[in-house]
């Protein structure tokens, strides 16, 4: 009698009871962050997805309206202003970032002992709360008495006035957002920090002058670094809200006394239209071009930085 041997179908293995133990384990570990995603993250981006279709004022039931709020956005002037604005900032603050913090990096790697101290103090800055910065800056900054323009009048320039002249609004904006620049600095020390100390040494042996080093020997070695800072930054700049909104929009005395239009952040305009002026719907749309325009600028990095990172490990 002749024995039938049922074949093993390939890429299935039977699961051990430990591996189902396990993995049972692992979603209910893994459950709280399931559920924060979806009540939290999911859900509200599926809601607002829908609302950017309708006319919704919160008060009344939401009314489907098509791609209204979608052409309003093509034809509103003040989104063009506010994303322009917010554009403008982000190409002045990411740039200066990256090269002061790149440039304290150096100077921490070099401090030595008291290199821990100093990380300290540089990091500290990032811990102020988004609201106090506003309000310090809207001090220092200040036409009359802020200590940056008497600092400028010891040298013998005159200040402008950084907070009401349209023309200096953002570039004072801009000197504020350096005040955060320290968990850049710590992660370009660690970065520094991490390069082996035998390609210096050969670098020395082939004559490699300072800058030559740190063209072809740092640069390429902190790459990474940079590309992530680079991406996060560009992030974190396009979606400015908390301090601008303290200086400019949140003190009565300082929003009446400008054109509001030159510190009008998109962030802002949206948190405006959606909380001011009660336009959920327009706001969602406006949340949704904003998540596209981020993704759009994400992709392009990392198309283009993918040419320039080294990383470790690989062939060439």
């Not at 968990?183 to 100390?197: C, F, G, H, K």
């Not at 670094?225 to 949140?250: K, R």
Request: no cysteine; net charge neutral.
């Amino acid at each position: 009698m002749a024995t039938t041997v049922t074949p093993a179908v390939p890429g299935r293995r039977r699961r051990t009871p430990l591996a189902r133990r396990e993995a049972r384990w692992a979603y209910l570990f893994l459950a709280p962050w399931i559920v924060g995603f979806l009540a939290f993250t999911a859900g509200p981006m599926v809601a607002s997805l829908w609302l950017s279709f309708t006319e919704y004022d919160v008060i009344n039931a939401p009314r489907f309206s098509g791609l209204d709020n979608y052409r309003q956005l093509v034809s509103d002037p003040q989104v063009a202003r506010s994303l322009g604005n917010t554009v403008y900032y982000t190409a002045l603050h990411v740039p200066l970032v990256m090269v002061i913090s790149l440039a304290l990096a150096l100077l921490l790697k070099r401090v030595g002992r008291l290199q821990g101290f100093f990380r300290t103090v540089f990091y500290l800055p990032v811990m102020t709360p988004a609201v106090a910065v506003g309000i310090l800056f809207l001090l220092l900054l200040n036409t009359q008495d802020g200590l940056v323009n008497r600092g400028l009048a010891l040298v013998g320039i005159d200040g402008p006035s950084w907070t009401t002249d349209p023309d200096w609004v953002l570039p004072g904006i801009v000197l504020m957002s350096l005040w955060s620049l320290g968990s850049t600095v710590i992660i370009y020390l660690a970065a520094l920090q991490n390069v082996p100390r035998d390609l210096y040494e050969a670098a020395d042996l082939d004559g490699a002058g300072p800058w030559t080093r740190f063209r072809h020997v740092t640069l390429p070695m902190i790459s990474g670094a940079l590309f992530f800072t680079l991406i996060v930054n560009t992030i974190a700049s396009l979606q400015m809200f908390t301090e601008v909104y303290t200086m400019y929009f949140g003190n009565r005395q300082t929003a009446g006394s400008f054109n509001s239009d030159a510190a009008s952040f998109y962030v802002i305009h949206l948190f405006r239209e959606a909380f001011q002026f009660l336009h959920m719907g327009f706001a969602s749309a406006m949340a949704w071009l904003l998540f596209l325009v981020i993704l759009a600028i994400t992709l392009v990095q990392v198309k283009l930085g993918n040419r320039f990172v080294y990383y470790e490990g690989e062939d060439g």
